[in-house]
């Protein structure tokens, strides 16, 4: 059965700071992958989702990128953080067209 | 206008009762449409997905699907407390992307 791996659940991180978040999903192959954040109190924002490895469609110009350097693997990058960067980062998966998405647990990002 | 919309509640129902809850979506070329419960702190959670129009039944929850007017619905039949959580709205767009409501919150008196 597939599963999706995403770690930390929880980082504090002081204004300035890189910031690194891994995804990986197994028991699939080729899935579409997608980063969302969710502030606290609102709904889900799409960030980036990809289609395959190197392909990164960004949806929300910011200081964040993303990277799909394999095909299970989704990383959510800053070079330099800002307060308005806190909240829920969730990566999700997905296989073809139109099917369901699942999400990972989960990492609360708080910048201090 | 939003792309999707859900009223954020609370909706408050009765243990027992049906609880039933909302959602418009913008775009006429949506393909599919899922419902997501989400507690408290955690990650949303798939529960039911619709692809066509009219009804899906599973276990206590129905999923109704009008293509024509944009809407789609989720009945919870013998709501329980811990069916107390926010439900998230989603629709599939065609374009590999999941566009989100902000969800109802949804509260079930013991």
């Known amino acids: 059965s597939q599963t999706i791996h995403q770690w930390p659940a929880t980082l504090v991180q002081p204004v300035g700071s890189p910031l690194s978040l891994e995804c990986t999903v197994e028991?699939?192959?080729?899935?579409?992958l997608y980063w969302y954040r969710q502030a606290a109190g609102r709904g889900l924002q799409l960030l980036f989702y990809?289609?395959?490895?190197?392909?990164i469609s960004s949806e929300v110009p910011q200081n964040l990128s993303a990277s799909r350097p394999q095909d299970r693997q989704f990383i959510l990058s800053s070079k330099k953080l800002l307060l308005s960067d806190s909240g829920f980062y969730l990566c999700?998966?997905?296989?073809?067209?139109?099917?369901?998405?699942?999400f990972g647990q989960g990492t609360r990002l708080t910048v201090v | 206008q939003k792309e999707v919309e859900q009223n954020s509640g609370p909706l408050s129902v009765p243990e027992g009762a049906i609880a039933s809850l909302n959602c418009t979506y913008s775009?006429?070329?949506?393909?599919?449409f899922f419902w997501y419960r989400q507690y408290s702190g955690k990650s949303p959670e798939l529960i039911m997905s619709i692809y066509s129009n009219g009804d899906k039944e599973d276990g206590r929850f129905t999923a109704q699907l009008n293509k024509a007017s944009q809407y789609v619905s989720l009945l919870i039949r013998d709501s329980q407390p811990s069916d107390s959580a926010t439900y998230l709205c989603?629709?599939?767009?065609?374009?590999?992307?999941?566009?989100f409501g902000t969800g109802t919150r949804l509260k079930v008196l013991a």
């Open positions: 775009d006429r070329g949506s393909q599919s």
């Open positions: 028991g699939t192959s080729n899935p579409n």
């Open positions: 989603a629709v599939y767009q065609g374009t590999y992307k999941y566009i």
């Open positions: 999700a998966w997905s296989v073809g067209h139109g099917t369901e998405a699942f």
């Open positions: 990809s289609v395959g490895i190197g392909q």
